[in-house]
């Protein structure tokens, strides 16, 4: 059983940064993928990045260009970059972690950031 715990959210300007962090309870360089996914008020969960075990990236369209996942395997943490923020961007923000064999998705308990216009 693998813990993610995310951290770095808050409240920040239209325009400004900020850095996530997942740090997971144990190796995560077996996972598939690591990912973060977002959920605004009212709204379904979302894929916002993913990063494979051999370092490929995914994003959606709303953030492509404007965030950047990374991924420490010797600190076993996941990071997501979030620059030029918008009001848009305001949401809980989760880590995932996913496992093919046997298939499982273990999730983080979420981070809140919220973006002022």
């Known amino acids: 059983q693998v813990q993610l715990v995310e951290s770095g959210g808050g409240l920040v300007q239209f325009g400004g940064s900020l850095r996530l962090s997942c740090a997971a309870s144990?190796?995560?360089?077996?996972?598939?993928?690591m990912g973060w996914y977002r959920q605004a008020p009212g709204k379904q969960r979302e894929l916002v990045a993913t990063?494979?075990?051999?370092?490929?990236?995914n994003y959606s369209d709303s953030v492509k260009g404007r965030f950047t996942n990374s991924r420490d395997n010797a600190k076993n943490t996941v990071y997501l970059q979030m620059n030029s923020l918008k009001p848009e961007d305001t949401a809980v923000y989760y880590c995932?972690?996913?496992?093919?064999?046997?298939?499982?998705?273990?999730w983080g308990q979420g981070t809140q950031v919220t973006v002022s216009s």
């Open positions: 995932s972690a996913k496992r093919n064999l046997p298939p499982y998705d273990y």
């Open positions: 144990g190796s995560i360089s077996g996972f598939a993928a």
């Open positions: 990063i494979t075990r051999g370092g490929r990236t």
